[in-house]
């Protein structure tokens, strides 16, 4: 019998939707199934009452189909895909980019405000594009692009995501990449402000640069992202 292709799992950052892998999606030579799903709180997916990394990993869990899996995730995504692959036997791989691992106070206290902000409305269905594009780190990309980003709310047009998600706080990335049996590596693009590549170092699994890419490496060049990633999850 033949073993079953390994399906691909994009999962996008903060702020984002599976829509941010649209580039990468363009040119990827998988064999099997590619998925990008939006992230719980994020898009079209459904809303939690708490947004951690394990919660979120295991919302995930439970929609994705049976495997073998892959899975390519962004910032907050790839902190998800190390979680995700503790609580299935079935994911093979993950590779991890640009995941912030070293949270001070300072940063924890200012994203549990962003997250107890009401939504902003804002009059036009462009300008909450706009903001889209700013928040998921995807300036310059075509804004219908990431129309899933927006929706219509009383008043005027907001983002679709729920701003609960923004109340974050370290991942316990070494943690998590103990507890799962699948190859796992790190990357960052080596301008990256989120993180040092000595941070990732210390997670205990293989890391390393994108040369000069910053934090959001699959929308400044896929090209090279998917390069570097395709041996790394096969």
């Known amino acids: 019998m033949t073993p079953p292709l390994t399906t691909l799992v994009l999962l996008h950052g903060l702020g984002a939707t599976g829509s941010a892998w ?32 394990p919660s ?18 962004h910032s907050f995504g790839g902190a998800v895909g190390a979680a995700l692959a ?45 903001r889209h594009l700013a928040m998921a780190g995807l300036v310059g990309r075509p804004p219908e692009e990431q129309a899933d980003g927006v929706a219509e ?15 974050q706080r ?9 507890a799962t049996r699948a190859r796992v590596s790190l990357l960052r693009g080596e301008h990256d402000p989120m993180v040092t590549l000595a941070d990732l170092e ?3 699994a293989p890391a390393a640069d994108l040369p000069g ?16 990633a395709r041996p790394l999850l096969t």
């Not at 709310?153 to 109340?167: K, R, S, T, Y």
């Not at 991942?171 to 998590?176: E, K, N």
């Open 86 to 130: 503790g609580l299935r036997d079935d994911v093979t791989a993950v590779l991890a980019v640009g995941v912030k691992v070293s949270w001070s106070e300072d940063d924890v206290a200012r994203f549990a405000a962003l997250a107890a902000r009401p939504p902003r409305v804002l009059p036009t269905r462009e300008q909450a594009l706009d």
């Open 202 to 204: 210390a997670c205990g």
């Open 213 to 228: 890419l910053g934090h959001n490496a699959h929308a400044e060049d896929p090209t090279l992202l998917w390069q570097t």
């Open 153 to 167: 709310v009383d008043g005027g047009w907001g983002l679709a995501m729920d701003p609960a998600v923004l109340a």
């Open 170 to 178: 370290s991942p316990d990335l070494p943690g998590l990449i103990a």
């Open 56 to 73: 979120v990993a295991k919302a995930l869990a439970a929609i994705l189909p049976d495997g073998p899996l892959a899975v390519l995730g």
């Open 22 to 53: 649209t580039p990468l999606r363009a040119i990827a030579d998988w064999p099997g199934e590619v998925l990008a799903p939006d992230l719980p709180g994020h898009g079209s997916a459904d809303r939690l009452g708490d947004y951690s990394v």
